[in-house]
């Protein structure tokens, strides 16, 4: 029998689950989230930047304000939607972590159609370099499959393009995260299970979006400084 990824990803993922159930619990120690590692203490001031997906955008609890109730933390939510990269607002001076989550309108080019690759990796570097304390860096999410977002209006070629798109971002990210040597939350290995995590053709449904949440806090937990 050959090696099954999907398996494989499924309990990597279970056991990230229970770190962050741990982290959130208070229950974590050396090795597993605390001053040596990149998870924001009790009270820490969490500063959050994104799209759309980070915002939260149609559904009741943000990842913001799911940030706040787990970790204990003043969460300042400056997502905004259809948010790309190049318009960031400045980094807050008093946040103690900055968690950056672009990714997806920039490859989706919301707002700017001369938006590539390699624009998006210099703006991400640019706001990167304006932090002047911890960072963290996340992937974008995916597309469902086609069939199953046909409703959203693009041709099968322009939703591959933007797959692409999206991958390529993703590949910017990491590059940065490597660059700067600042921690890389890869929310692809969150199992995704097409149109019904989402609420509509693009955006995480709430299930789905606190399993990211989840995700973020289990990485955070074992990456040390």
């Known amino acids: 029998m050959g090696f099954d990824s999907s398996a494989f990803r499924q309990y ?16 974590h120690g050396c090795g597993s989230g605390g001053e040596d590692t990149y998870l924001p203490a ?30 204990n933390v003043k969460a300042i939510d400056m997502s905004v939607d259809g948010g790309i990269v190049a318009n960031f607002l400045p980094p807050l001076k008093t946040a103690d972590t900055v968690i950056i989550r672009f990714g997806g ?3 989706l080019k919301y707002g700017n159609t001369l938006l590539t690759s390699s624009s998006f990796e210099k703006n991400l570097s640019t706001l990167v370099e304006s932090v002047p304390t911890s960072v963290v860096l996340t992937s974008t999410i995916t597309l469902a499959p086609y ?13 591959l393009e933007n797959v692409q798109a999206l991958a390529d971002a993703n590949t910017a990210i990491k590059k940065v995260a490597v660059k700067y040597n600042v ?13 019904l995590d989402l609420h509509d053709y693009v955006h995480p449904n709430q299930e789905y979006s606190s399993k990211l949440t989840s995700h973020i806090i289990a990485t955070l937990a074992t990456v040390e400084h």
């Open 105 to 107: 309108a920039d490859a």
């Open 42 to 71: 009790p009270k820490a001031t969490v500063a959050i930047y994104g799209d759309s997906i980070t915002a939260s955008t149609g559904i009741k609890t943000s990842f913001a304000k799911e940030l706040e109730i787990a970790l």
């Open 12 to 27: 990597s993922y279970m056991n990230k689950l229970l770190i962050a159930l741990l982290a959130m619990l208070g229950l």
């Open 147 to 159: 069939d199953e977002i046909k409703g959203i209006g693009w041709s099968y070629s322009k939703y």
């Open 183 to 195: 921690p890389y939350v890869n929310l692809l290995e969150v199992p995704f299970r097409g149109k």
